[in-house]
């Protein structure tokens, strides 16, 4: 066997090398049919900038621990330790008599200017020059922690350094590749500028589950995030179709060339697109980007914009993030859900692994385990049903429309499709979000009924056992007893000596 994966690997190198040495040789063709598939260039004069990223991580009542826990870790509001501001903030908010939301913490790097006067300093990833922190209420149960990550200089352009290089064939090998695998520049480019993006998210990802972790740390999962691309050409009403080649540059970074465009009135020249979850290197769970063309957005933006002063990527980020951020509590309310889907689905597909011998410890676990849920479930959804409904928004909470975009719209002015209506994201996120509550319900009552019938029957099999155990421990004490009786003396010799003779016939 040894022998034959050496082999086997041998050969499967071989083949990609040879993979490897046509893809170089084909790297200077003029085909366009081969430029289609196999080459990349960037537009001429296509620059991306990556200024800000938004992420929000949420606390129910099952992980509101962790959030009192942060602010006395990292003492927010008050560096002096006076006053426990934010705690009694926080303990008015959750009880429904406080501020919906309020300022958490600012953050600064060493070296940054601050644009926050009250910013702390300390260290921060390499790429962010400041991270603001804003926690926002939802009913009583829920406190979303809004995170936004301003992104430096250096770093805004490190997308598109990656981007615009002049990427070659490679050959990729190793065990976290596994067989070699050859890679035409198209592959390359690809590749290396969607992990260029994506390392950015795992930084701001991190630090805020390290600093401020709720229910999406807790449980292993990315915290959703949007990231802010500033393209220099591309604009967000896509009227045309790129060729292949244009629309392959705009795949590396990972953007699709979408049919439908999701845009809001409040953020004019700018488009939501979601990332692919299949064939992208960057994750695609809980992953957004809002992109346009800069010139386009400063202009549609004015005049709110000159409110922050210059007009500088600052500037940008902060206008964005006023008009994003119910936006984006809406879409982390729909993971959160989903996470709470996952849980009951993978209590369902490891009970019979873990309980199935009916061990009263694990059972107990599992009934732990269902009560917070349980517990979450039931107060959020009265809470996630009153944000929905409630009329009362903030001065930009931005509405989503998806449409058709101009050349799919054409496909359905000609009967090629069929006509789509433009349609409210935001509306359609609270109806979904209330059916998955109602699906959450219903799995939580089958559960905990099914929960209760493992419960009485194991307590039947317990006390079986024990009533087994207590026979054995009765059989077993009657015949140490006639033990002890047999060797016990009786007159001058034990019993058990006359019992013996009187089987062997001696007197």
Same mark, same amino acid.
């Given at each position: *066997? ?30 366009? #049919? ?8 960037? =537009?001429?004069?296509? $620059?991306?900038?990556? =200024? ?19 602010? #006395? ?5 008050? =560096? ?31 070296? @940054? ?28 149960? /829920? ?13 805004? !352009? ?37 992990? @260029?993006?994506?390392? *950015? ?33 591309? #604009?967000?009403?896509?009227? /045309?179709?790129?060729?292949?080649? !244009? ?21 004019? @020249?700018?488009?939501?697109? +979601?990332?692919? &979850? ?20 400063? #202009? ?9 002063? &210059? ?21 982390? /309310? ?6 709470? $889907?996952?849980?009951?689905?993978? *209590?369902?597909?490891?009970? !019979?692994?873990?309980?199935?011998? %009916? ?27 009153? %944000?929905? +409904? ?18 799919? &719209? ?18 359609? *996120? ?75 016939? $001696?007197?």
């Amino acid at each position: *066997m040894w022998i034959t994966n050496r082999l086997d690997q041998a050969i499967a190198y071989v083949l990609a090398k040879d993979d490897h040495r046509r893809h170089l040789e084909d790297q200077e063709s003029k085909d366009p #049919d081969w430029l289609a598939l196999y080459g990349f260039a960037v =537009p001429r004069g296509e $620059h991306v900038r990556v =200024p800000g990223l938004f992420v929000v991580e949420l606390f129910p009542p099952s992980e509101s621990h962790l959030l009192r826990a942060a602010i #006395d870790r990292h003492n927010w509001h008050d =560096p002096l330790g006076l006053a426990r501001f934010d705690q009694d903030l926080l303990a008015e908010a959750r009880s429904g008599a406080g501020y919906q939301w309020w300022k958490l913490g600012g953050f600064t790097n060493l070296r @940054a200017w601050a644009n926050d006067p009250d910013a702390r300093r300390t260290k921060l990833p390499a790429q962010f020059n400041e991270i603001a922190l804003q926690a926002v209420q939802i009913g009583e149960s /829920i406190t979303a922690v809004a995170a936004t990550f301003y992104v430096n200089e250096d770093a805004t !352009r490190s997308i598109d350094k990656v981007w615009q290089q002049d990427h070659q064939p490679e050959l990729l090998h190793g065990r976290e590749v596994g067989r070699p695998l050859p890679q035409v520049a198209q592959e390359v480019a690809i590749r290396r500028t969607q992990l @260029a993006r994506q390392e *950015m998210h795992d930084a701001a990802r991190r630090w805020l589950a390290k600093t401020c972790g709720g229910v999406f740390a807790v449980n292993g999962e990315p915290q959703p995030l949007i990231d802010l691309l500033l393209f220099t050409q591309r #604009d967000a009403t896509v009227e /045309i179709r790129p060729d292949q080649l !244009r629309d392959t540059a705009y795949r590396a970074i990972g953007l699709a060339n979408p049919s439908f465009l999701i845009t809001s009135p409040e953020l004019p @020249a700018m488009n939501l697109e +979601r990332v692919e &979850r299949r064939y992208s290197y960057v994750n695609g769970a809980r992953t957004w980007a809002l992109w346009g063309q800069r010139q386009a957005i400063i #202009d549609q933006a004015r005049p709110r914009i000159r409110k922050y002063g &210059r007009v500088d990527n600052w500037a940008i980020v902060s206008y964005v993030r006023e008009a994003i951020q119910d936006y984006l509590l809406r879409l982390s /309310i729909s993971e959160l859900l989903s996470v709470y $889907h996952l849980q009951y689905a993978r *209590m369902r597909d490891d009970a !019979r692994q873990q309980h199935g011998r %009916f061990r009263m410890k694990n059972l107990e676990e599992l009934r732990t385990n269902l009560l917070a849920l349980s517990l979450n479930v039931g107060l959020i959804e009265r809470d996630i049903s009153s %944000f929905n +409904r409630r009329r009362w928004r903030s001065a930009y909470d931005a509405p989503f429309i998806e449409r058709s975009a101009p050349r799919m &719209r054409r496909f359905e002015e000609r009967s090629l499709a069929p006509l789509r209506a433009p349609r409210n994201t935001n509306d359609r *996120m609270a109806s979904d979000q209330a059916a998955l509550l109602a699906r959450l319900k219903a799995d939580d009552e089958h559960y905990r009924d099914v929960v209760s019938e493992a419960a009485s029957l194991t307590s039947s099999l317990q006390a079986l056992r024990t009533s087994r155990a207590a026979r054995w421990i009765a059989a077993a004490s009657l015949a140490v007893s006639l033990a002890v009786f047999s060797f016990s003396n009786v007159a001058e010799h034990p019993l058990i000596v006359a019992v013996i003779h009187w089987i062997t016939g $001696h007197h």
